[in-house]
């Protein structure tokens, strides 16, 4: 946005008026202005679905919760983890369950349970997308699996009923 400011030919190009002060002044149209609250809103009902979290149905949550993870941390992220990177992890977000389990926190403890899987759900997709064997990924290496939402949903059911 301060590149805009600083070239107000291209503000004038959208229409936009430029007062003294700096303030810049945009006509939208109405059908435009409508079409964008209806992006926001529905990006916003987005953004609640996947960062908030849920308890009620195991997979279900495992499934948006990894998904947040990666929406959190990013892909890149999880690539350059090493098995022991992701073993830790694991262990650290099932020490806070436990913790919640003693301080008797149960909405806590279901949480960080589900928390604990979606680091798990998240492993499985790394060592799956791993060539090299060696725990950490290159960019190169990541092709995303057909039909899987997050990168373990179907999988994690085919792979209970072939008794994986």
């Known amino acids: 946005m301060n590149e805009l400011l ?3 030919e291209l503000l ?12 810049v002044t945009v006509t939208i149209p109405a059908g435009m202005m409508r079409a964008l609250v209806i992006d926001a809103q529905a990006a ?17 949550a495992v499934r948006a919760e990894a ?10 992220h999880d690539r350059n983890k090493s098995a022991e ?16 389990c003693i301080d008797g926190d149960k909405a806590k403890a279901l949480h960080h349970t ?8 998240n492993w499985w997709k790394a ?19 057909a039909g899987e939402p997050f990168g373990c ?4 059911e085919t792979s209970e009923r072939e008794g994986a």
């Open 127 to 145: 060592i799956q997308a791993d060539t090299t064997g060696a725990g950490i990924g290159a960019d190169d290496d990541i092709k995303p699996a």
């Open 114 to 121: 589900i928390s604990s899987a979606a680091a798990l759900c």
């Open 153 to 156: 949903g179907e999988s994690l």
């Open 6 to 8: 600083t070239r107000p």
């Open 67 to 76: 998904a947040h993870q990666v929406q959190r941390w990013g892909e890149a």
């Open 44 to 60: 916003h009902e987005l953004h609640a679905l996947v960062n908030n979290p849920q308890t009620a149905d195991f997979l279900e």
């Open 12 to 23: 004038r190009q959208w229409g936009a008026d430029i007062c003294p002060e700096g303030a």
């Open 85 to 100: 990177n992701w073993f830790w992890l694991v262990g650290y977000l099932s020490g806070k369950c436990l913790r919640a």
